[in-house]
C-alpha cells in the first residue's frame, strides 16, 4: 500500500509495511514532550476537491494556530484509510461518514466529530462513446462500472443507484480504477463504461468530452434525486475511546476545521485555488477552479451533522451494504457522530 506524506505544499511517497509490526495502539494519541500533540491524519484521497478542507486547514495555518503538529497522508480509496486508522497508523481520517456505520456493523466504533458536507460530493461519469446507451442505473446491467476500491464509499453508492433502479450488484461488475488518471484511463481505454468519482477528475472528463455526467451527487437537488435524502459524506472521523480520551486535543481539531470551512464559505473559488498546492491544479490552473466553483457548494459553514441526512445513510447502506443489512439491529447513530465539538468550536 503506497501513501503520500503530506508536509505543506511538499508531497513525497513513503511505504508503510503491513503487519503486527507496524501496528501502534489505536486508542492512545502522542502528545509530544513538548505537549504539543503529535496528530497523523489520513486523507482518502487529498487531491481531491470534496476532501480540499484538509489540506486547507494546513495551508491556512489552522491546525497549528491551534498549537497542534498535523501530518497528513494521502490514502486514495476511504476502505484502506479506515483500516489504516483501526491499525493506529493514523489518529484521524478525512474520509466519508458512512464508514462510520459500516465499522460499527463490525463491532468498531468510529464516530465523525467533524461533519464538513452532508452531500457526496460524487457523480457518475459515463464514456463518452456510451453515453447513448447509459443514461442511469436501469442500464447498469451487464456493464463495467468503476470505483476507487471494494467497501469504497463509491462502491456503496454505486449499489445504491443500480438498487434504485431495481438492478442488483450481481447485475454489473464493478472495477477498481482509482481515481484521477488511473480513473481516466480506464474510462478511455473501456476498462470501465462508467464509473463513480469526484473534481477535479469530472472537470476533466467532461471540459474534454471524455465523459458525461449522468448522476450528479455534488448538488442536494441531486443527492436527494438519486438517493432519497442527504447522504453525509467528508467527515473528520476518530476512534470513539480516542474521542473519549483526548477531548482537548479532538476540540483543536474541530476548531481548525470550523474555522477552515467558516473561511471557505466567505471566498471565492480563485481564493481558495490560490492557496492550494500549485500541484493540485495539474498544469491546468483554469480548469482546477472550474472543479472547485462545481464542488465547493457542497460544503457547510459550520461542521454539524444533518441528523436526516444521517438516517438516510443508515437507510442507504442498510438496503444495499450486506454487512450492514446483516447487522443493522445493532447500529446506534448517536455513536457514529457528534456535534459536540463543532459546537464549541472557536472561529
Request: aromatic share 6%.
Given at each position: 500500500?503506497?501513501?503520500?506524506?503530506?508536509?505543506?505544499?511538499?508531497?513525497?511517497l513513503?511505504?508503510?509495511?503491513?503487519?503486527?509490526?507496524?501496528?501502534r495502539?489505536?486508542?492512545?494519541?502522542?502528545?509530544?514532550?513538548?505537549?504539543?500533540?503529535?496528530?497523523?491524519?489520513?486523507?482518502?484521497?487529498?487531491?481531491?476537491?470534496?476532501?480540499?478542507?484538509?489540506?486547507?486547514?494546513q495551508?491556512?495555518?489552522?491546525?497549528?494556530?491551534?498549537?497542534?503538529?498535523?501530518?497528513?497522508?494521502?490514502?486514495?480509496?476511504?476502505?484502506?484509510?479506515?483500516?489504516?486508522?483501526?491499525?493506529g497508523?493514523?489518529?484521524?481520517?478525512?474520509?466519508?461518514?458512512?464508514?462510520?456505520?459500516?465499522?460499527?456493523?463490525?463491532?468498531?466504533?468510529?464516530?465523525?466529530?467533524?461533519?464538513?458536507?452532508?452531500?457526496?460530493?460524487?457523480?457518475?461519469?459515463?464514456?463518452?462513446?456510451?453515453?447513448?446507451?447509459?443514461r442511469?442505473?436501469?442500464?447498469?446491467?451487464?456493464?463495467?462500472?468503476?470505483?476507487?476500491?471494494?467497501?469504497?464509499?463509491?462502491?456503496?453508492?454505486?449499489?445504491?443507484?443500480?438498487?434504485?433502479?431495481?438492478?442488483?450488484?450481481?447485475?454489473?461488475?464493478?472495477?477498481?480504477?482509482?481515481?484521477?488518471?488511473?480513473?481516466?484511463?480506464?474510462?478511455?481505454?473501456?476498462?470501465?463504461?462508467?464509473?463513480?468519482?469526484?473534481d477535479?477528475?469530472?472537470?476533466?472528463?467532461?471540459?474534454?468530452?471524455?465523459?458525461?455526467?449522468?448522476?450528479?451527487?455534488?448538488?442536494?437537488?441531486?443527492?436527494?434525486?438519486?438517493?432519497?435524502?442527504l447522504?453525509?459524506?467528508?467527515?473528520?472521523?476518530?476512534?470513539?475511546?480516542?474521542?473519549?480520551?483526548?477531548?482537548?486535543?479532538?476540540?483543536?481539531?474541530?476548531?481548525?476545521?470550523?474555522?477552515?470551512?467558516?473561511?471557505?464559505?466567505?471566498?471565492?473559488?480563485?481564493?481558495?485555488?490560490?492557496?492550494?498546492?500549485?500541484?493540485?491544479?495539474?498544469?491546468?490552473?483554469?480548469?482546477?477552479?472550474?472543479?472547485?466553483?462545481?464542488?465547493?457548494?457542497?460544503?457547510?459553514?459550520?461542521?454539524?451533522?444533518?441528523?436526516?441526512?444521517?438516517?438516510?445513510?443508515?437507510?442507504?447502506?442498510?438496503?444495499?451494504?450486506?454487512?450492514?443489512?446483516?447487522?443493522?439491529?445493532?447500529?446506534?447513530?448517536?455513536?457514529?457522530?457528534?456535534?459536540?465539538?463543532?459546537?464549541?468550536?472557536?472561529?
Open positions: 500500500m503506497r501513501w503520500k506524506r503530506i508536509a505543506g505544499a511538499a508531497l513525497a513513503v511505504m508503510v509495511v503491513a503487519g503486527t509490526t507496524a501496528c495502539d489505536s486508542r492512545t494519541l502522542n502528545l509530544g514532550a513538548d505537549g504539543k500533540p503529535k496528530i497523523r491524519i489520513m486523507v482518502g484521497g487529498i487531491e481531491k476537491v470534496i476532501y480540499l478542507p484538509a489540506m486547507l486547514s495551508q491556512l495555518g489552522n491546525f497549528s494556530a491551534q498549537g497542534m503538529d498535523v501530518e497528513l497522508l494521502n490514502q486514495p480509496s476511504g476502505a484502506n484509510a479506515e483500516t489504516a486508522l483501526l491499525a497508523d493514523v489518529q484521524a481520517v478525512v474520509g466519508f461518514y458512512d464508514h462510520t456505520i459500516d465499522l460499527q456493523a463490525k463491532d468498531q466504533c468510529i464516530t465523525s466529530v467533524v461533519q464538513m458536507a452532508n452531500i457526496p460530493g460524487e457523480a457518475e461519469v459515463v464514456a463518452a462513446n456510451k453515453a447513448d446507451q447509459i442511469g442505473g436501469a442500464d447498469f446491467g451487464g456493464r463495467k462500472l468503476g470505483i476507487t476500491s471494494l467497501g469504497s464509499s463509491t462502491d456503496f453508492l454505486t449499489k445504491a443507484l443500480a438498487g434504485k433502479a431495481g438492478l442488483t450488484s450481481e447485475d454489473y461488475t464493478p472495477v477498481k480504477v482509482g481515481a484521477g488518471q488511473t480513473f481516466i484511463a480506464a474510462l478511455n481505454n473501456g476498462g470501465i463504461d462508467a464509473g463513480m468519482t469526484t477535479p477528475t469530472v472537470a476533466q472528463l467532461t471540459n474534454t468530452g471524455q465523459g458525461k455526467v449522468i448522476y450528479d451527487l455534488r448538488t442536494e437537488e441531486g443527492t436527494r434525486a438519486a438517493l432519497g435524502g447522504y453525509p459524506a467528508t467527515s473528520l472521523y476518530m476512534n470513539c475511546e480516542i474521542v473519549h480520551r483526548y477531548p482537548d486535543v479532538v476540540q483543536k481539531l474541530a476548531n481548525a476545521f470550523v474555522a477552515t470551512l467558516r473561511w471557505i464559505s466567505q471566498h471565492s473559488a480563485e481564493e481558495i485555488a490560490a492557496k492550494m498546492p500549485a500541484s493540485f491544479a495539474g498544469g491546468d490552473p483554469a480548469l482546477y477552479v472550474k472543479s472547485i466553483k462545481d464542488s465547493i457548494g457542497m460544503f457547510n459553514a459550520d461542521g454539524r451533522m444533518d441528523p436526516a441526512g444521517a438516517a438516510n445513510a443508515l437507510q442507504v447502506l442498510t438496503s444495499y451494504s450486506k454487512n450492514v443489512k446483516n447487522h443493522k439491529d445493532k447500529i446506534d447513530l448517536a455513536q457514529t457522530y457528534t456535534t459536540a465539538f463543532v459546537d464549541g468550536a472557536k472561529g
